[in-house]
């Protein structure tokens, strides 16, 4: 099949705020008397941190999907370990991969001073994932909140659920759907590789071991991930536009330039390729759906009510 050319838009395509949006039991307003800065607060730490080292936008935006995927979004992946629980930080999907907890525990000390003990940990994941994907040229979308903290945090399940990038689309399909997160909703997730970057751990066996890779990829990448060595050494998920947020993720896809086995198999002859295709060629479509699909992960077993805790530092509970 022909590939189509992809030009790549400079479009910020906006999810209008809708205020009294409900979606479970999360709302839109859910600060807004307890807490009315929360937001801004948030947005310029973002902003701020965004500016000095942009790799931190993809940082920020997958520790919401490493915390959601296990457990729910409680913020369980933010507690270090302690003398009743491993954490989920040393855990094989997060060890020296997610980042960001600094920024986090900025952004928690100034919405504290702002307002003590209100907003949550789990809430400032959330708002931190969206702001960095606008501070990326991506799209925007109104967070719900209302999300409480664990207080107890699993190594065991943080091994167990977060899919790995040597994941087949069935088990891709499958993982996302015991979190109740449609195939629409995985292809749509999974463009956030449009910005970040990924271990020589994480792809080494497709640069070298698969056929359905773009030569040309493969020969840009092996220098920087020999056969054996350098597991930590980092090359970007999307060689054209890697700290953009844009389209250019599918595109890479249908020129069998996916970084990871898991990205090819979205667009390897199954069913979630016509979906490729068509955010491959509509980026305003892509950026829909990616807002949609980050509401429906940001609702997974969130802990409201009474449940939990707000932690006053988000690296320990209370």
Not at 175 to 201: E, M, W, Y
Not at 278 to 291: G, I, L, M, P, V
Request: charged share 15%.
């Amino acid at each position: 099949m022909k590939t189509l050319p992809c030009i790549i838009p400079i479009v910020l395509f906006i999810i209008c705020s809708i205020p009294n949006i409900v979606h479970g039991q999360l709302t839109s307003t859910f600060y807004s008397e307890s807490c009315p800065r929360a937001l801004s607060i948030v947005q310029a730490a973002v902003e701020q941190a965004v500016a000095k080292e942009r790799r931190m936008g993809a940082s920020l935006l997958r520790l919401h999907f490493h915390d959601c995927f296990v457990n729910g979004c409680d913020g369980s992946i933010l507690l270090d370990d302690n003398s009743t629980f491993t954490g989920e930080k040393t855990a094989t999907p997060n060890n020296n991969s997610v980042r960001g907890y600094d920024v986090i525990d900025t952004i928690k000390t100034q919405v504290e001073a702002a307002c003590s003990g209100v907003v949550s940990c789990a809430d400032i994941v959330a708002i931190a994932a969206r702001d960095s994907v606008v501070a990326l040229g991506g799209p925007t979308w109104t967070v719900l909140l209302g999300r409480r903290d664990s207080t107890t945090a699993s190594f065991n399940a943080a091994n167990s659920s977060i899919p790995s990038p040597a994941s087949n689309l069935s088990t891709l399909i499958s993982s996302f759907r015991s979190h109740n997160l449609s195939p629409k909703d995985l292809v749509a997730l999974s463009g956030a590789h449009t910005i970040g970057q990924a271990r020589c751990t994480s792809f080494r066996a497709r640069i070298y071991n698969e056929s359905n890779i773009d030569t040309s990829l493969a020969t840009a990448v092996k220098p920087k991930c020999p056969r054996t060595g350098g597991d930590n050494t980092l090359s970007p998920l999307d060689l054209a536009t890697p700290i953009t947020f844009d389209k250019h993720y599918y595109c890479n896809l249908r020129s069998k330039k996916g970084l990871l086995h898991s990205d090819q198999q979205l667009f390897n002859g199954g069913s979630t390729d016509s979906q490729v295709t068509t955010y491959s060629t509509n980026q305003n479509n892509f950026f829909t759906d990616f807002a949609a699909a980050m509401v429906n992960m940001g609702n997974i077993k969130p802990l409201t009510g009474t449940s939990g805790q707000i932690r006053r530092n988000c690296r320990k509970s209370n």
